[in-house]
């Protein structure tokens, strides 16, 4: 491929490329949004890699994986550009170097035999395990069963081969309420206490066994989509009682827990990246799938769902562009490859080095949403016209509340915030609630992610590895990437055209016909 030769210039000198020369890399999570710019980064950027190899699970359209991998992933924008330089070099490195294998992360030994369990473990070199639910309020279940049960089946591949290097991609978020500086290591529950192993993670057996049986108990008493309401609850209850805002985190950290323990004295690297966002470079600038985390709140914003929010302008809220994450990974795996036997944790994020606050964020999105919005014309229907408003918890309750107080009060409520006596977004009111319900808590941080030993990584990888893949978080301009190039990634990738355009052009074609 046309990029794999400019990059051959610096592989001599690469101690990455080097690392992955001849290896075999097994990726889970590849139909998501982080899984596809890994796979993309590993293709484009590191060329005399052996094999790429793709747990996907099957679905109704796509029982097996070839045929999903085709439909779902290949055809992505994210492989435009390799797809542009070099069509041949893509088709041949599809064909010759990417191992699709149908299973389930979930499941014993993938749901494979143990023949080709053992097979698949023996011919590979690491594994980068992506796939997760990211649902903050999914149900207890199914969020124990792919955020932390299923790690099992990771370490049963390292067991199977020793020399396996395991990489799980966790979040800074496992953080939980903690709050101050966040260093990367290994996270101490802020709530109710869990025992701690003197090799340094927490025993969590237990407490599994204990949500387990919470679990049972629930299933017998309930039916139906009230069940499901109720493992949603039960999660949350849980989450709460032992430090976390949510049922996602409170699993991505009991599976950190369970895999530090299950891979003790082997290769373990723990990835904790903060919200990813688009991309800032690359493989294009604005790159990205779906409408993340952050964005739930700009497109509520956009289409005048929401103009008031609960949210600490003052705190520093933590975006890290999806490249960087990719790169991150490759960085961390190399040296993984290199030095094996170790269990290392790295934190991939903007707060400690080039914190952009949430006050920031907002004025760069409204300053663009106002000068620009005709250009954003997937994400705007029509120019805001209301401010976006972050205030404190209470003071947000309280005039959420308002709808069942006298409205004089809620009026005065509203002339503080400086909205004079404008009731008509209260409508919205349940697109407020809801947002507020699940995002809150990531709104009002009062915790700083440090990424210290990530960048000594960078600077240890030498000038050549940190151009071919950065990951330092300085290198962005919030003003931007915020208003530059994530609004223009959302609009053009993430968000499809307004049904009426689509509906109206269909129309003309019908009448050009
Ligand atoms: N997005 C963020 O802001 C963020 C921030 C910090 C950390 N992370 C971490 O980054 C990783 C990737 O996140 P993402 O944003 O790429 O997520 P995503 O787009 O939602 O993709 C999730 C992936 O996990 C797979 N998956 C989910 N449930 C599964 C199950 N029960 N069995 C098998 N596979 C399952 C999905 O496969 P199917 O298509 O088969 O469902 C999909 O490939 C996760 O580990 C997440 O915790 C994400």
Not at 329 to 337: G, R, T, V
Not at 361 to 371: G, V
Not at 482 to 500: E, F, S
Request: glycine content about 8%; charged content about 25%.
């Amino acid at each position: 491929m046309a990029t794999r030769q400019a990059h051959h210039a610096d592989a001599s000198s690469s101690r990455v490329l080097g690392q992955f020369r001849g290896k075999r890399v097994l990726i889970t999570g590849t139909t998501g949004f982080l899984g596809k710019v890994v796979l993309e980064k590993l293709m484009r950027a590191v060329p005399d890699i052996g094999g790429i190899y793709l747990l996907i699970r099957g679905n109704k359209r796509h029982p097996d994986a070839r045929s999903r991998f085709l439909d779902e992933i290949a055809t992505s924008s994210v492989f435009d550009r390799l797809r542009e330089s070099d069509p041949e070099g893509f088709d041949a490195f599809l064909d010759e170097r990417i191992h699709c294998i149908t299973g389930e992360v979930t499941e014993p030994a993938f749901g494979l035999d143990s023949v080709a369990f053992g097979k698949l473990a023996a011919e590979l070199d690491a594994v980068i395990n992506s796939a997760a639910s990211v649902n903050f309020r999914e149900e207890l279940d199914k969020a124990l069963t792919i955020n932390t049960l299923c790690l099992n089946n990771i370490a049963e591949l390292a067991r199977r081969n020793p020399q396996l290097a395991v990489l799980q991609v966790s979040t800074c978020y496992v953080n939980g309420m903690n709050s101050g500086q966040v260093t990367e290591s290994v996270i101490k529950p802020a709530g109710e206490s869990i025992p701690r192993s003197s090799r340094g993670y927490y025993e969590i057996e237990e407490l599994v066994r204990l949500l387990e049986d919470k679990i049972a108990d629930v299933r017998s008493r309930y039916s139906g989509k009230v069940l499901e309401k109720k493992l949603v609850d039960l999660g949350i209850r849980e989450a709460n009682r032992y430090g976390w805002s949510d049922t996602y985190t409170f699993t991505k950290w009991l599976g950190e827990q369970l895999l530090m323990k299950a891979l003790d004295g082997r290769s373990l690297t723990i990835v904790r990246p903060s919200i990813i966002e688009s991309a800032l470079e690359e493989p294009a600038a604005g790159w990205i799938e779906g409408v993340k985390v952050a964005d739930a709140i700009i497109l509520a914003y956009a289409r005048e769902k929401v103009t008031l929010f609960p949210g600490k302008r003052s705190g520093v809220i933590d975006v890290i562009p999806v490249d960087l994450v990719a790169n991150s990974i490759i960085l961390a795996l190399a040296e993984a490859l290199a030095e094996p036997g170790k269990q290392r944790i790295y934190q991939c994020c903007s707060g400690g080095s080039n914190p952009i606050t949430l006050g920031e964020f907002i004025d760069h999105l409204m300053a663009e949403s106002k000068a620009n919005y005709a250009a954003y014309d997937h994400l705007f229907y029509r120019q805001p016209t209301k401010p976006f408003v972050a205030v404190n918890r209470a003071l947000f309750d309280l005039v959420i509340s308002g709808v069942r107080l006298p409205l004089s009060i809620t009026d005065r409520v509203l002339k503080l915030l400086g909205n004079g006596s404008d009731l008509k977004w209260l409508r919205n009111l349940d697109t407020t609630q809801s947002l507020a319900a699940i995002f809150g808590f990531y709104t009002a941080p009062d915790y700083i992610f440090r990424n210290d030993e990530l960048l000594a990584l960078a600077s240890r990888s030498g000038e050549v590895d940190k151009g071919l893949f950065p990951v330092d978080a300085r290198a962005i301009d919030w003003e931007v990437y915020l208003r530059k190039i994530h609004l223009a990634g959302l609009n053009r990738y993430a968000l499809k055209a307004r049904k009426v355009y689509r509906l109206k052009s269909l129309r003309q074609r019908k009448q050009a016909a």
